[in-house]
């Protein structure tokens, strides 16, 4: 994946993988969805992977900065929707472990 010029064809502008309700209606004796693990990891990788090229390109002669912090902004919304979905997911094993 590389970091395009245009805000609308990066790779983080697009929608999260998951709607923000996909946990309600998984019960304590429910299994969650392979998919939902799945998409939850893809989630973070994603966030990884552009964290560390926004890094990298951060102290590059000529890099247009309002990009990088609009960039770092939309990778600090992918980690906060990963670390959600992630604590509801650990939440509704913990729920079905007890």
């Given at each position: 994946?590389t970091?395009?010029?245009?805000?609308?064809?990066?790779p983080?502008?697009?929608?999260?993988?998951?709607?923000a309700?996909?946990?309600?209606?998984?019960?304590s004796?429910?299994?969650?969805?392979?998919?939902c693990w799945?998409?939850i990891?893809?989630?973070?990788?994603?966030?990884?992977e552009?964290h560390?090229?926004?890094?990298?390109?951060?102290?590059?002669?000529?890099?247009n900065?309002?990009?990088?912090?609009?960039?770092?902004?939309?990778?600090?919304?992918?980690?906060?929707e990963?670390?959600?979905?992630?604590k509801?997911?650990?939440a509704t094993?913990?729920?079905?472990?007890?």
């Open positions: 994946m970091l395009s010029t245009t805000p609308s064809a990066s983080i502008t697009g929608p999260f993988p998951l709607p309700t996909e946990f309600a209606a998984v019960g004796s429910a299994d969650v969805p392979e998919e799945r998409d990891l893809e989630l973070w990788l994603s966030w990884n552009t560390d090229q926004v890094q990298a390109r951060m102290f590059k002669a000529g890099e900065l309002h990009e990088l912090e609009c960039l770092l902004d939309r990778a600090d919304e992918m980690r906060f990963a670390v959600r979905r992630s509801a997911l650990l094993k913990t729920r079905r472990a007890g």
